[in-house]
T-cell receptor, first 115, second 111 residues
Framework: DAGVIQSPRHEVTEMGQEVTLRCKPISGHDYLFWYRQTMMRGLELLIYFNNNVPIDDSGMPEDRFSAKMPNASFSTLKIQPSEPRDSAVYFC?????????????FGPGTRLTVL | DQQVKQNSPSLSVQEGRISILNCDYTNSMFDYFLWYKKYPAEGPTFLISISSIKDKNEDGRFTVFLNKSAKHLSLHIVPSQPGDSAVYFCAASEGAQKLVFGQGTRLTINP
């Protein structure tokens, strides 16, 4: 199995630009998660999907952030417009049904830098 | 509001000695706790977990201890090896709901 695939691995953009992060979950996993890692707050859950339906988006920081899952093998996290404080590493993870812990597999992450 | 806290950003331990990583939580409804390990340029990987009905769980060199009254858990690595150098995240969940992670502790094992 290829694992969770994320693209791009690195993204550098200027403030005000739109940024789109992409994720392909592990085949057969019903749950998909988007996390953000910062030094101050560690790993924060932004949103998660079950069977392509958003279940909990309470972690999405503000309206500039949006996520979609048009099918079982693809999800996007979009930031529009981007701001310097959005600079972080964004992880996508997928899993089979709960319990989460030992079945949640992370991708390698996208390092976003907003200048 | 940080429900899961790892108060030590970094820890340095000599190879062969014990590494102890600590984690505190505030939500008494958390009933499942996990440790993840993360190498540079990779995503976190699951290491070990413990249910709130237990106070200890072992897996080889790794042992997790849970003190519910103190709302505290710890990860012990014995003996520590150079390959253990990584960032360790503590996480917790309530009734198989979403995971809440701490800030992470960077462990460095010195030869």
């Amino acid at each position: 199995d290829a694992g969770v695939i994320q693209s791009p691995r690195h993204e550098v953009t200027e403030m005000g630009q739109e940024v789109t992060l992409r994720c392909k979950p592990i085949s057969g996993h019903d749950y998909l998660f988007w996390y953000r890692q910062t030094m101050m707050r560690g790993l924060e859950l932004l949103i998660y999907f079950n069977n392509n339906v958003p279940i909990d988006d309470s972690g999405m920081p503000e309206d500039r952030f949006s996520a979609k899952m048009p099918n079982a093998s693809f999800s996007t996290l979009k930031i529009q417009p981007s701001e310097p404080r959005d600079s972080a590493v964004y992880f996508c993870a997928s899993s089979r049904p709960p319990p989460w812990g030992d079945t949640q597999y992370f991708g390698p992450g996208t390092r976003l830098t907003v200048l | 509001d940080q429900q899961v806290k790892q108060n030590s950003p970094s820890l340095s331990v000599q190879e062969g000695r014990i590494s102890i990583l600590n984690c505190d939580y505030t939500n008494s409804m958390f009933d499942y706790f996990l440790w993840y390990k993360k190498y540079p340029a990779e995503g976190p990987t699951f290491l070990i977990s413990i249910s709130s009905i237990k106070d200890k769980n072992e897996d080889g060199r790794f042992t997790v201890f849970l003190n519910k009254s103190a709302k505290h858990l710890s990860l012990h690595i014995v003996p520590s090896q150079p390959g253990d150098s990584a960032v360790y995240f503590c996480a917790a969940s309530e009734g198989a709901q979403k995971l809440v992670f701490g800030q992470g502790t960077r462990l460095t094992i010195n030869p």
